[in-house]
């Protein structure tokens, strides 16, 4: 069983930061590719910020220069940097990730998962 667990949302002034986290915990074997998502209300789910399995690093142009999404190997944790946070940011956050895990044979098998998503306001 794989778990992520998501932490670091809340109220924010514009103008501020925030760090989310996002935990992977379970019997993986690697976290290939990870991203962050976040949908607004009324809004469909976006892509923020994403790693892929090639290395590359993807950023939408709403957040590019402000957001950075990186990765703490040995904690499996993933997380994103979020600066100059303004009004228009604000959503529910979901993290996801494409991993290696123990599958029903016992080897390792593709598998992604997302978080449980984590409200990011910024207001006055």
């Known amino acids: 069983q794989v778990q992520l667990v998501e932490s670091g949302g809340g109220l924010v002034q514009p103008g501020g930061s925030l760090r989310l986290s996002c935990a992977v915990s379970?019997?993986?074997?690697?976290?290939?590719?990870w991203g962050w998502y976040r949908q607004a209300p009324g809004k469909q789910r976006e892509l923020v910020a994403e790693r892929t399995t090639g290395a590359s690093l993807n950023y939408s142009d709403s957040v590019k220069g402000r957001f950075t999404i990186s990765r703490a190997n040995a904690k499996n944790t993933v997380y994103l940097q979020m600066d100059n946070l303004e009004p228009e940011d604000t959503a529910v956050y979901y993290c996801?990730?494409?991993?290696?895990?123990?599958?029903?044979?016992?080897?390792?098998?593709?598998?992604?998962?997302w978080g449980q998503g984590i409200q990011v306001t910024v207001s006055q």
């Open positions: 379970g019997s993986i074997f690697s976290i290939n590719a």
């Open positions: 996801h990730v494409d991993v290696m895990a123990v599958g029903s044979t016992g080897w390792g098998e593709p598998y992604d998962y």
